[in-house]
């Protein structure tokens, strides 16, 4: 009985081994946008994670039209995707750079934190430099959302992507304004900062 089931786990093995390994480059932008997935607990490096891959699609080319995770019917298609997506993985990056920041954030400074004054005031200028990294992506987003707004894409939709249609619309309006998020956090940090500063390092 051992033998045979050897056998048959040998020609189980035999057969599968011969089958094509299929895989595929990460080449293109929308390929990286693939790579990039939020975890229910993130931790530093899945943040970072995540940044890499989205700053690499910021880098890399766009795939064929062809290809698009949405239907490109003609050039004006086109034009408006590649001004939508380059919003949203700057959005993408706004978040995961905030994500991280509250990783090492402290809301508050209390007494009994003394002792720790220094770690705590490393930790928040990690957080600041999070902070402030988002509004420079938040300068690239604005700027793709008002590519994404001219006159020629007025009664166009792509219905596919219809999150990134309601991001560039609530940016257009004002109602997504993460610089004013982020410069109220930038405001607090240097607060606290300045409270830990004040501080002995015994209480």
């Known amino acids: 009985m051992k033998k045979i089931f050897l056998a048959v786990f040998a020609a ?3 057969f599968f081994s011969i089958l094509p390994v299929f895989s595929y480059m990460v080449k293109y932008k929308e390929d990286y946008y693939r790579l ?23 880098k890399a080319d766009f795939c064929n039209p062809l290809y698009a995770p949405v239907k490109i019917n003609d050039e004006t298609d086109w034009e408006k995707y590649r001004y939508l997506f380059m919003m949203h993985i700057n959005l993408k990056l706004i ?25 705590y005031i490393e930790n928040l200028n990690k957080a600041k430099t999070c902070y402030e990294a988002g509004l420079y992506y938040w300068r690239e987003a604005k700027l793709w959302a008002e590519k994404a707004n001219v ?3 007025k009664f166009l939709f792509l219905t596919d992507i219809q999150n990134w249609e309601d991001e560039r619309e609530r940016i257009g ?8 998020t982020l410069n109220r956090e930038l405001s607090r940090v240097n607060k606290v900062i300045e409270e830990f500063e004040k501080m002995e390092k015994e209480y």
């Open 95 to 119: 978040e995961q750079h905030t994500r991280l920041g509250r990783i090492y954030d402290k809301q508050v400074a209390h007494f009994y934190d003394a002792p720790w004054r220094d770690a």
């Open 12 to 14: 189980f093995f035999a």
């Open 151 to 153: 006159g020629k894409f």
């Open 36 to 58: 990039y997935h939020v975890h229910y607990a993130q931790f530093p490096d899945d943040c970072i994670e995540n940044i890499y891959w989205l700053e690499q699609a910021v």
């Open 173 to 180: 309006n004002g109602k997504l304004d993460y610089e004013k």
